[in-house]
């Protein structure tokens, strides 16, 4: 069992719509970071938490420490938000442990 | 400010060959890594250097070397390729507040 899994693997939604993805880790961790990978491959760092909920534009990410569960929230879903979204966990100092990501496709 | 950068983008090599990816940052950050990429695996850490002079083993160090040169260049070597290393890498730098900056990648082929 990986120890980030992400659901669901792959997502397909009509313009306007309120997206979640959601990420569950089974290892302790000091830090959580959502990723955006681009289809051209790039990769931008778009949240790191460590608790709470921060927000960034249409973008929401929310962590559960107890439940080792976070959540990506997209408002008003745009066909340019589509992407790889992937979860990470920082384990230790350096470590990082990534989820196989999520696919979203967004549909005008 | 170019970020973080990598070379070659794209590389095949033969089976048992030998080669080294170029990463180098210009954001004076302490933090170095190299990740590889496969698919429906996400990305693996292969090694990390948390400032010039030290480099630690990731998750899949197994066929890979690294050298930190300094503190904005921090190199990758196979020294005797294999396809099972056939991904896509990765190399990404971090500030003291953890936000990981990542280069555009190297496709590299094994045959």
């Known amino acids: 069992k990986n120890e980030v899994e992400q659901s669901p693997q792959n997502l397909t939604a009509q313009e306007g719509e309120f997206i979640t993805i959601n990420c569950s880790y089974s290892v302790g961790i000091s830090a959580l970071h959502w990723l955006q990978q681009h289809p051209g491959g790039g990769i931008v760092s778009l949240f790191m938490l460590s608790s709470g909920k921060k927000k960034h534009g249409r973008l929401i990410a929310t962590i559960n420490i107890q439940e080792k569960h976070s959540s990506l929230h997209i408002t008003a879903s745009h066909p340019r938000d589509s992407a790889v979204y992937i979860c990470a966990v920082k384990v230790g100092n350096n470590d990082m442990r990534f989820g196989a990501g999520t696919r979203l496709t967004v549909k005008p | 400010n170019a970020g973080v950068t990598q070379t070659p983008k794209f590389q095949v090599l033969k089976t048992g060959q030998s080669m080294t990816l170029q990463c180098a940052q210009d954001?004076?950050?302490?933090?170095m890594y190299w990740y590889r990429q496969d698919p429906g695996m996400g990305l693996r850490l292969i090694y990390y250097?948390?400032?010039?002079?030290?480099?630690d083993k990731g998750e899949v160090p197994n066929g890979y070397n690294v050298s930190r040169l300094n503190k904005r260049e921090f190199s990758l070597r196979l020294e005797s390729a294999a396809p099972s290393q056939t991904s896509v890498y990765f190399c990404a730098s971090s500030n003291r507040v953890d936000t990981q900056y990542f280069g555009p990648g190297t496709r590299l082929t094994v045959l």
């Open positions: 954001m004076n950050h302490n933090s």
């Open positions: 250097s948390a400032s010039e002079g030290t480099t």
